[in-house]
């Protein structure tokens, strides 16, 4: 087997420097680089550190699973995520799947294939047991969600969240203070056992809080989706069977706008005619006509906040934590304060 | 040093268990792949194939440069490269950066960090030189843009983009053809040598071809910025220095978008008191009101055809080529026709 000395000989450079090369330091010439890279694929030479350096490899990589593509409440968070890993040293590597493609399996394939040293979740199922996620044998956070419903035992995971009850309760609450009694719900699913289900429950708790009977023919449901254009179509559809409300929750900003625009095209104004409140805050939400009220997520911290937990399993630094941040809420002009009571 | 059959030994398992553990193969059991993997770690194992298994990790991965966080424009494009790398057997290790970071220096850095065997620019100049790419020694191909000011030649760099001057022509033209003279632009940068200078050269090509002569109090910038908050930011400031135009084109939806707030706050509604129209198509411009007028990219398009391109030169099958997509208008509700020339 060749020494780190034949190689230098073989490349015509100096010992140290074939080393700075093995180590991947950024100090050699790229001249220097590609020649000891030659001789080293010439030769099949296996440095002494080859079996540190495959762990080295290995355990740069963290997975980030994205549960829901074409999400723009994501955006912010992953270039959160991306940051914060890259700051620590560690590379992410990301799969986006779609919003109804299982993001445990996606998360167990990419650790084998990957060889990662921990997963962060963004979006995904409340409700997980332990045989689940038995497959995942590296530590992982999910990020924007937590395990509600699920019976994950609290010292095997970590999760960054706001409270989704809590934070449709508030929003819906917004809604009966500013004197409207006939609320909507716009919702993915009523039990899909995610923060569509959360967001449902805070609605309904609203409404029993406050002496609302609750009717289910003003929730609408776009069956199992948060994408803007099935927001629009449920929206549309719920439209030509009942107008029977002043006021409507959507449980995301995105489907908010899209629901907005089913109301205009079926004559009725925001806030006008109806008030139309949300969660989650994304950019464009601030800028469309009428600006959206909503309760926003802390986007940058959901994602630095995750990255510091799995880290801080991954480097021995602490447990596993789950994490509940506050929502801010954004008095934009799509609620309106009914006089009349 | 250890053979094959002393890691079988001391992990209690068969050879061939254990070379399939080695070789990352799916058909082994998560015990069994444990306890090979302890033995291979406690006893700094250097298995035969190593160098192989070096060069396969490294040459799995394909870099993903994203400058300019929080485009929306660019989810789907993402996805789509994502999952195109993906069929094809390729790890996406995604780097995203600020819009003035420099796109070819993140490129450089994750080639020798992240062991690449290509890179995918999505967003960045296009005025390279040859030196400038030099530090970058694997295949690339830019996603969205192309080389149009620069000299790299044209057998060394692959690129997929819109012809970004024809569309803006396109769309400005659109607005002279409504009966519009008063045309404003609201630009990133006139002289970037990027996608916001040959847009305005779009401009500009189409007001001179129909006449019509180029007033630079028209022309807004962000001032090197396609971030929604600055176009908003910077229409306001042209509103409260003039309002002499009945139309306005915007490089790009997010900035339309922003820019359409602006214009109500001074008083303007769209379409009735000023036409806007833009380029990009991204989701939620087809959902505001009024629906914005603007040309689609082929995102989906670029995205796959982006990776096509490089894994046709990475893989021997052909070389560099430069493609150009054809966008697809979208008529909105945000350009009035006028009555009187």
Sequence with gaps: MLTIKDIARLSGVSVSTVSRVLNDRPDVSEESRRRVRAVIEDQHYIPNNTARDLVRIRSEAIGLVVRGVQNPFYTDIIHAIERALDTAGYTMVMRQIGFSDDEI???AVMQREKRLRGIIFLGGRSDYTPDELARVTVPFVFCSYTNSYGTLDPKRYSSVSICDEGAAFDAVSKLVESGHTRVAALIADADDSSISQLRYQGYCRALREHGIPLRDELVFSTDDSFAIEDAYRAMGAALSRTGDFTALFAIADDMAIGA???LREHGRSVPEDCSVIAIDGIAVSEYIHPMLTTLCQP????????????LDVIEG???HEQVT???VFRAGASVRRLNAL
Excluded at 299 to 310: C, N
């Design 105 to 107: 399996e996606a998360g």
């Design 317 to 319: 630094r602490g447990g």
């Design 299 to 310: 986007k940058t911290e959901l994602g630095a906040k995750s990255v510091e937990l799995l």
């Design 325 to 327: 941040l506050p929502t």
């Design 260 to 262: 907005m625009r089913a």
